[in-house]
């Protein structure tokens, strides 16, 4: 007897009613880009029943996806409304990069596993997300050759925000990123650039995330 192939779509839909949307998600686009990214192409094949799952899953080389709800909470405090050009920090499977590239023009993605970076590009292509750029490196040096970045997101816990990353920031632009002296847990903050000079920050709360590993973040 053949399994039973999962409904996906009507996961999805019910994943943004429940999951973001009863939790506090209020932007009607990033609503609309979750409920369009089909988070079960960015997964392994295995784990394709558990997509929509509250929760964050494997991806290999000991990296995992986000859980829906801290995707969009990141990608709602971008403030995003479609011109922008933003730069994604720890590619992973390529999901969140898939969202943000739903809500802005053009993103930038960087992930420091090369196996990874691949794989991401393979994800992204055959979801037709072709305004994704994704190459391998450390993400606490940012992409300078194609700075500055309306919005930045970070998917991995750094000990310090890096400065290279509120340096490529446009001014008015946005930084999302878990910040804390431990690996295990962080402060999700996200750093708004007023001036040259001026910086601003504003705090969402406890979050856990892997490592941000790099020149700019841990050893």
């Not at 932007?27 to 988070?39: F, G, I, K, Q, T």
């Not at 929509?52 to 080389?61: K, Q, R, V």
């Not at 037709?128 to 992409?143: K, M, P």
Request: aromatic share 8%; charged share 25%; hydrophobic share 40%.
């Amino acid at each position: 007897m053949n399994e039973r192939v999962p409904d996906f779509n009507n996961l999805r839909a019910d994943m943004v009613r429940y999951q973001l949307a009863g939790r506090g998600i209020f932007d009607s686009r990033v609503l609309e880009a979750m409920d369009r990214v089909p988070r079960e192409r960015f997964i392994p094949e295995h784990l394709a029943g558990e997509a929509y799952e509250d929760y964050p899953l494997p991806i290999g080389w000991g990296q995992t996806i986000s859980q829906p709800y801290i995707v969009a909470l990141m990608a709602q405090a971008l403030q995003l409304e479609g011109r922008e050009r933003v730069l994604d920090i720890g590619t992973g499977s390529g999901y969140a990069a898939a969202v943000l590239a739903s809500l802005a023009l053009e993103v930038f993605s960087i992930e420091r596993i090369p196996e990874l970076a691949e794989q991401a590009r393979r994800n992204l292509e055959r979801a037709g997300f072709s305004q994704v750029h994704v190459r391998c490196g450390d993400g606490t040096l940012g992409w300078p050759e194609a700075a500055p970045f309306d919005g930045i997101c970070v998917a991995a816990g750094a000990p310090a925000v890096p400065e290279t990353l509120k340096q490529q920031l446009a001014v008015g632009g946005r930084l999302i990123i878990p910040v804390g002296s431990e690996h295990s847990v962080q402060r999700l903050v996200c750093i708004t650039r007023r001036t040259d000079a001026d910086f601003e920050r504003e705090d969402f709360g406890d979050v856990r995330f892997v490592p941000l590993l790099g020149e700019q973040g841990w050893s």
